[in-house]
Structure formats: structure tokens, C-alpha cells
């Protein structure tokens, strides 16, 4: 059984740093997708980044490249995802996800081409 599980989130001021994990376990594949979403109240979930177990290949979304940073561990079967120069745009509840390896393809990397999601973490971000 899979099992993902976020830890990390907070309050910070907008222009501050916040750093997510995700502890992953169950997993039987040794290559598969990994990443974050994120969803606030009233939107729905987009992705923020990604990266492929194997490879490390990542990727962002656009609202957050050159200012988050995705990492794994696969020692320690983590994940995690550093935020800097945060802005009160991004708050939202974020989730860690996993799927097969070809959810990370630029074709995919939607909410629905990932089948376990952990609980979420809220961010909040003020101005």
C-alpha cells in the first residue's frame, strides 16, 4: 500500500522561505513520478513540480521556476521541496503525489495522471 505523507507546511511572510517533505513508502516500482501540487480554496489543483525517481529529470510550473527547488532522496525514500521568495500567492494546501514513471512526461504531469496523493500541508503566505 502506498503511503505518502506531506510535513513542512506554515506561516511566512511574503519574501520567506518554507521547505516541504514527503516521506514515501509501499512503493513497488523502483522508477515512477513524484511530485507537488498545490490547491487553493476556490481553484483547482495544479501541479508546481516534478521529478522521475530514476534520472532525477525535473520540472516546474512556470509561477514557481527560479524560485522552488523539488529533491529527492531515494536513500530515505523522500521528497522534498524547498520554497523560497515566497509570495502570498502561493498559499494553498500542497500535496505530494506519485505515479508511474510517464506521468512526468511533458504530455501528462496533470492531477489526474496521479493515483496516490498524501493528505496535504498548508502554506500560508501573507503579505
Known amino acids: 500500500q502506498v503511503q505518502l505523507v ?10 520567506g522561505s518554507l521547505s516541504l517533505s514527503c516521506a514515501v ?14 490547491q487553493a ?17 525535473t520540472y516546474y510550473a512556470d509561477s514557481v ?23 502570498p500567492e502561493d498559499t ?3 500535496y505530494c503525489a506519485a505515479a508511474g514513471a510517464i506521468a512526468c512526461d511533458s504530455r501528462y504531469r496533470g492531477a489526474a495522471d496521479f493515483g496516490y496523493w498524501g493528505q496535504g500541508t498548508q502554506v500560508t503566505v501573507s503579505s
Open 25 to 38: 513508502s509501499g512503493y513497488t516500482y523502483s522508477t515512477y513520478c513524484i511530485g507537488w501540487f498545490r
Open 6 to 15: 506531506e510535513s513542512g507546511g506554515g506561516s511566512v511572510q511574503a519574501g
Open 65 to 87: 521556476k527560479g524560485r522552488f527547488t523539488i529533491a529527492q532522496d531515494n536513500g530515505k525514500n523522500m521528497l522534498y521541496l524547498q520554497m523560497n521568495a515566497l509570495k
Open 41 to 57: 480554496p476556490g481553484k483547482d489543483r495544479e501541479g508546481v513540480a516534478g521529478i522521475r525517481s530514476i534520472g532525477g529529470s
Open 92 to 94: 494553498a494546501m500542497y
